[in-house]
């Protein structure tokens, strides 16, 4: 797709934030759940219709919204097992997306966009969007800036118009993935369009290679997976870092509390993290008060669930997550069990937006370690724990976390100049941070190296499993 192609998605995509999504905070919740419950209903209708395999799954009858937590859900192996059936449309199938991610470019119908999921486990799966949903997924992305850029670039003019966009001028890096499939790729590129300067690296290249581009480009904004935030805010702690970013954002991995201390420590930001899917795009972000990430209820129904995916009330933290795309009609997800563990509090936030809220993220399913007490029992570590321990300590400069055979944790240090007792003092730390979880020093490894090279994903996602 060229530039000029680009650039008409964008201009449509911020034409569309403009007119259908008013500013949301404008709006009173009745009106969001009015046009959920809307939108629920014609997608429902949609899918009944033209997938067979939800016309087989529902007996050919077209459930209302409010059946909606009575649906069995779908699962990836199920959707992937079924994807010709689940496609609304005739044009497309499997085999093309196979085709695609095997580099065969011309698989992608022109009036179609791909877009992967990061694949760090399982295959990967393609998610093909109709030209005007994949604008409408970037709507909602300009439209989350709007949360997060007031108050940071100052209220007054909209602070998303193209025109306010072209005098701030803002210098974008990014610090995710270069593969081009991936859905973060696909979506930087399609912001992109040359009309603000941007720098896209990959997580996975060196750490001395990305501190000399990001020196030399001095991004305004910054964003990327949190593993990838962590090693350059610590790098700018130590001076090696030189750049003053306005916005800090973050997305793709679990976000921890010592993270979100170390760049309010460092640059004096709150950073801003934001929750999406290949499968539905970006679809919740943080709002200038950091009270948990929004979800857009205009786009999506979200569902905390228990075990026999029952919904659970607001507060609770569930077993999984289910998903409803309310904008892809191409390839409809209805109760898309993503697996991830979060809880959710529809209480008003003080910034007046009316969309409920994630409140705790606390894992994404494939990040989940699993470990071993002192008893013996086996016990889910979310890797957030060792970084915790780990980040706030000034004497380490990167470190690595492995799990190894055995229920095994190698953690290798990156010491600021000599080692001295950086390691009896990250043990300690470590130790203290398992402890509550019954689990002993004695799963621990710890090493000191001169330099990692992280092992990353085919989309450059952080892998743990050696
Ligand atoms: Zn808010």
Request: proline share 6%; charged share 25%.
């Amino acid at each position: 797709m060229d530039v000029s192609l680009f650039l008409y998605n964008l201009i449509k995509a911020m034409a569309m934030r403009r007119t259908r999504l008013r500013s949301i905070r404008r709006v009173p919740r009745s009106e969001i759940l009015a046009l959920q419950r809307r939108r629920l209903a014609h997608l429902l209708e949609y899918a009944a219709k033209t997938s067979s395999f939800y016309r087989r799954r529902w007996n050919a009858r077209v459930p209302q919204p409010e059946d909606l937590s009575r649906l069995e859900p779908l699962d990836k192996t199920t959707l992937i097992e079924h994807y010709d059936e689940v496609l609304s449309v005739k044009d497309l199938s499997l085999d093309d997306t196979r085709k695609w991610l095997n580099g065969k470019q011309d698989a992608q119908p022109k009036k179609y966009i791909f877009a992967a999921t990061s694949g760090t486990t399982g295959q990967p799966l393609v998610i093909p969007y109709r030209l005007n949903e994949w604008r409408e997924g970037m709507a909602y992305i300009i439209r989350s800036a709007e949360l997060a850029i007031e108050g940071t670039w100052g209220r007054g003019s909209d602070p998303l118009s193209l025109l306010y966009l072209m005098r701030k001028r803002p210098r974008i890096a990014g610090v995710s993935t270069l593969n081009p499939i991936h859905v973060s790729a696909r979506l930087t590129r399609s912001f992109r369009a040359g009309i603000v300067p941007s720098l896209l690296l990959s997580a996975g290249t060196p750490l001395e290679q990305q501190l000399e581009e990001l020196n030399r480009f001095k991004p305004t904004v910054l964003g990327g997976y949190p593993s990838a935030i962590a090693p350059l805010v610590k790098a700018a702690e130590k001076n090696k870092l030189h750049i003053s970013p306005e916005l800090i954002v973050t997305g793709g991995e679990t976000v921890s509390q010592a993270l979100r201390r170390l760049v309010r420590k460092v640059w004096g930001l709150e950073l801003f993290d934001y929750y999406g899917l290949a499968e539905t795009l970006v679809i919740a972000g943080e709002c200038r008060r950091h009270q948990g990430l929004h979800i857009y209820e205009d786009a999506v129904v979200l569902e905390v669930v228990d075990e026999q995916g029952k919904p659970l009330p607001p507060g609770k933290t569930g077993h999984s997550v289910l998903l409803t795309c309310l904008f892809n009609k191409t390839l409809p997800v209805i109760r898309y069990d993503v697996g991830d563990i979060l809880s959710v509090n529809e209480e008003p936030c003080a910034c007046g937006t009316p969309l409920k809220r994630i409140v705790s993220l606390e894992g994404r399913k494939d990040e989940l370690l699993v470990l071993r007490r002192k008893n013996g029992q086996p016990v889910e570590v979310h890797p957030i724990v060792f970084e915790s321990a780990l980040l706030g300590m000034a004497e380490i400069r990167q470190f690595q976390i492995d799990v190894l055979a055995g229920e095994k944790v190698r953690i290798t240090i990156v010491p600021h100049g000599h080692a001295g007792d950086t390691v009896p003092k990250a043990l300690s730390a470590l130790s203290e941070a398992l402890s509550p979880l019954g689990i002993g020093e004695d799963v621990l490894q710890i090493r000191t190296a001169t330099g990692i090279k992280s092992r990353r994903g085919p989309t450059d996602k952080l892998l743990l499993r050696t």
